[in-house]
């Protein structure tokens, strides 16, 4: 498996509860791991990517894994619903309530040519001198 970064240089800070964006970042990095060992065949990358547009702060998790059915999308923040056999379908549930709770905004979307990207972003605060 490869893991790569490319974070960006200067980021506004982010005003927030650190622990709790950590454990975001950490489930986002989990999930896409877990989807990545579930592939037999192919590439398995995973991308861990920061940027700045405006104030706003993006973090990207991007998988090679299997993906996630189009029709699903936007169910897999939904309390309780899963994918996986073992899943109790709350820590996507969880991350976006923390994310909301933050200002921000949490999406999933289709990583080309396979797998998916969670994405959120945050209001930065002040930049960095």
């Known amino acids: 498996m490869s ?22 970042i950490l489930n986002l990095i989990l999930n ?3 989807a990545i060992e579930a592939v037999e065949m192919g590439p398995r990358d995973l ?17 090679s894994g299997p993906g996630i059915d189009p029709t699903h999308l936007e169910h897999v923040f ?7 056999p073992s899943g ?4 996507l549930s969880i991350c976006r309530s923390i994310i909301d709770a933050h200002g921000g905004r949490l999406w999933v979307q289709a990583n080309e040519p ?13 930049a960095r001198s």
């Open 3 to 24: 893991v790569q970064t490319r974070f960006a240089d200067g980021l506004c800070l982010i005003e927030g509860d650190r622990v709790q964006l950590q454990q975001v």
């Open 32 to 34: 896409a791991v877990e």
């Open 47 to 63: 991308l861990i990517s920061t940027e700045q547009v405006g104030k706003e702060i993006g973090v990207a998790v991007r998988d």
């Open 78 to 84: 939904e309390a309780f619903y899963t994918t996986k």
């Open 88 to 91: 109790t379908g709350m820590e």
């Open 114 to 126: 396979r797998g998916a990207v969670f994405r959120f972003t945050l209001h930065g605060a002040e």
